[in-house]
């Protein structure tokens, strides 16, 4: 009767988890979701007020409870040492440069990160243990185990694939030694291979270019460089300025001096373009894409010739990539390629809790994958229920009418607010906490981006499909539960969904199946049967800056505010 809660304690993207007695994941979610905070930086992710109600949903009063998480013990020592030292006093970092290091981002702000870094550490599972004495009046735990940052990443990654034999690797800004790190997948067991050590980083170098594009790596605005790279053109000046930061070797990666990084950097920033900050940088973009690409063919020529296989299990804040992981199959023996849902440090919080029950579990194997991503918080609908007396424009629907009434809306041209069943855990809207519309005119997306996203206009909207009609929309398909990669679609049906087919012709799709999500499968069909098309657009439920909705009151504010025309939550059909 021992349950283990998983806590992803890094300065970014916390998140909690709590495993059962048998190794099932019955709760994950990431802790912006629950703040309404974008990243939730520098936040715990198992604060006592919400731990007390996650407790007595999942957990019963008697059990045994064993915390785990996701930086090692001997890591988490020297971090101790760091600060008995001093080194994360203001003082200290009074007296760090601000200028970039080798590391490609500013020494202080390098120290800066570890010093919260260390803090996440120092009060993981405080939350946890005074949730329980609210919840049960005691704390029955037998302890808190720290487990390696890139381990934890291979754990969620390789447990919850398809897998019970893969290469893995795991690429991200930082880890206990180094920003890399190799595992192999044998017989459901994982076996560490390689850990890169150094202070080389291409999650770091991808962040470095989403500053230098005009936008902002703290407010995890990577995405925008994904999304404006196709806009660019490959300009040879520009990847002859970012080849300056790294050299391959072999098939080791290791960056510039600081003294080139910093020359190097002034040098781009002399060529941005006056509008930058408005627009974005599309070639550098372009650019900065492309190399990121090296670096990570760099990686995975190296995981190959050391882990023989032809499956891959991606992970790590790089894994987020998906307009490079598209690329990877039939590339360096790999055939089949898995990323997870929640590939950046959020899913180090079922990754540290599994490890913790694997250890107390020897014989314990996880279920065969790809693992169901809506694992998070259900919405309530008493909010609704309050409304009905004095909203005429919200009414309740039966079980089998919301698939089809919503999908006529949908063909009407309506932009509608969907929420449904749990939510997901990882970054992506994967249909249940999603903003859906009509696929086929070609306006949609510019329509969606300024009534309701409020974001650039280049940010491109992934198509959900039905997973059986893959094969005939898109070129050498590929099943992608969690939109975590692009792939080309076939020239002959592009014009059919011109609001979700990229500058590329690129799509982040989501493949549907009734198994993984019966009633957002049944909406596509629905659509289908109406349209032809077995396509919908799906983007998160959120506006720009903002997490996606927590509650169904997130939900009718936005609704409310923006141009949304229509919201269904579970049973229920509110419209304008």
């Known amino acids: 009767m021992t349950y283990t809660i998983g806590l992803a304690t890094t300065f970014h993207d916390p998140a909690l988890a709590i495993v059962g007695p048998d190794g099932d994941v019955l709760f994950a979610e990431a802790t912006e979701r629950y703040l309404q905070y974008k990243r939730a930086p520098n936040c715990e992710p198992d604060s006592a007020p919400r731990m007390e109600s996650l407790l007595r949903r999942f ?281 997870p849902s929640a590939p950046a440090d959020d899913g180090n919080a079922i990754g540290a809790a599994w490890l913790s029950h694997a250890q107390a579990n020897p014989d314990w194997r996880a279920p065969k994958g790809p693992a169901t991503p809506y694992l998070g918080s259900s919405v309530s609908t008493e909010p609704l229920e309050r409304m009905q007396a004095w909203e005429p424009r919200l009414r309740k629907l039966a079980p089998d009418e919301i698939a089809p009434v919503t999908a006529k809306l949908l063909t009407e041209g309506k932009l509608i607010g969907w929420v449904q069943g749990r939510a997901e855990f990882g970054p992506r809207a994967l249909g249940n906490r999603s903003i859906i519309a009509d696929p086929r005119p070609a306006d949609a997306k510019d329509i969606l981006n300024a009534k309701v996203k409020y974001r650039e206009a280049f940010r491109p909207f992934a198509p959900s499909i039905l997973a059986e009609h893959g094969p005939a929309w898109f070129d050498h398909y590929q099943d992608a539960p969690y939109m975590e990669r692009t792939l080309v679609w076939k020239e002959a049906v592009r014009h059919h969904v011109p609001a979700v087919v990229h500058e590329d012709g690129t799509g982040r799709l989501q493949s549907v199946t009734a198994e993984r999500n019966p009633r957002y499968h049944a909406l596509i069909s629905a659509f289908h049967s109406l349209t032809g098309v077995p396509v919908i657009l799906n983007t998160s439920f959120n506006i720009m800056g903002k997490p996606i909705l927590h509650t169904a009151e997130d939900a009718i504010l936005m609704f409310y505010t923006s141009g949304l025309d229509a919201l269904v939550i579970e049973d229920w059909l509110l419209v304008k």
């Open 59 to 339: 957990i019963p009063a008697d059990a045994e409870v064993a915390i785990a998480t996701s930086w090692g013990e001997e890591f988490t020592g020297f971090l101790d040492q760091m600060s008995r030292a001093g080194s994360f006093s203001l003082d200290a970092l009074l007296k760090l440069s601000p200028e970039l290091n080798r590391s490609l981002v500013p020494e202080r702000t390098e120290r800066a990160l570890i010093a919260s870094l260390h803090q996440g550490q120092q009060r993981a599972g405080i939350g946890t243990l005074l949730g329980l004495d609210r919840a049960f009046g005691r704390a029955n735990v037998t302890g808190i185990t720290r487990h390696g940052h890139h381990l934890s990443h291979a754990a969620y990654a390789c447990w919850s694939s398809p897998f019970t034999d893969a290469a893995c690797l795991v690429v991200d800004g930082m880890g206990e030694t180094g920003a890399s790190a190799i595992f192999a997948l044998e017989g459901g067991r994982i076996r560490e291979v390689k850990r890169h050590r150094g202070r080389e980083s291409i999650g770091f170098y991808f962040g470095l270019v989403t500053d230098l594009a005009g936008f902002d790596q703290a407010k995890g605005e990577e995405w925008k460089i994904m999304g404006l790279a196709p806009y660019g053109r490959t300009d040879d000046r520009l990847m002859a300025l970012l080849r300056r930061l790294y050299r391959i070797e072999g098939h080791k990666l290791s960056f510039a001096s600081a003294d080139v990084v910093r020359d190097t950097c002034a040098e781009i920033l002399s060529l941005r373009p006056a509008d930058a900050l408005d627009r974005g940088w599309a070639d550098l973009a372009r650019c900065g894409q492309d190399v990121f690409a090296e670096m990570m063919e760099a990686l995975l020529a190296q995981t190959a010739a050391l882990v023989r296989s032809p499956n891959l299990v991606l992970a790590g804040g790089c894994a987020l990539n998906s307009s490079f992981n598209g690329k990877i199959v039939g590339r360096h023996g790999f055939a089949e390629v898995f990323v």
